[in-house]
Nanobody, 128 residues
Framework: QVQFVASGGGLVQPGSSLRLSCDIP????????VGWFRQAPGKEREGVSC????????TYTDSVKGRFTIFRDNAKNTVYLQLNSPKNEDPAVYYC?????????????????????WGQGTQVTVSS
């Protein structure tokens, strides 16, 4: 089954930073919006950020605005999520997926059902 490979997770201290990467071998991300999602233990999966294909415009959930940055490198067929100044609510398994119906992100990050090619995700742990 075609799926994303998310990597870069690990242990990060509050006030530090971590960069997550996402790629999908054999599939071009150039024409699709790509989203990052996360799921903490005992909680539902939530949308974190989305980057459009055309101009790399981005959408963020309110809780990460000003701290997280999503960007893409089409030459490397990779989408990144930069986590700056993580908080106690940020630890989770982070996933990436492609929206095959869109080239630009929607205003809402709640439509995880629109995305495909989910992978196993990468674990982010925040600890001092």
């Amino acid at each position: 089954q075609v799926q994303f490979v998310a990597s870069g997770g690990g242990l990060v201290q509050p006030g530090s930073s971590l960069r997550l990467s996402c790629d999908i071998p054999g599939f071009s991300l150039r024409g699709y919006a790509v989203g990052w999602f996360r799921q903490a233990p005992g909680k539902e999966r939530e949308g974190v950020s989305c980057v459009s294909s055309s101009d790399s415009s981005a959408t963020y959930t309110d809780s990460v605005k000003g701290r997280f940055t999503i960007f893409r490198d089409n030459a490397k067929n990779t989408v990144y999520l930069q986590l700056n100044s993580p908080k106690n609510e940020d630890p989770a398994v982070y996933y990436c997926a492609a929206n095959l119906m869109r080239s630009r992100c929607s205003d809402s990050l709640s439509r995880a059902y629109e995305y495909d090619y989910w992978g196993q995700g990468t674990q982010v742990t925040v600890s001092s």
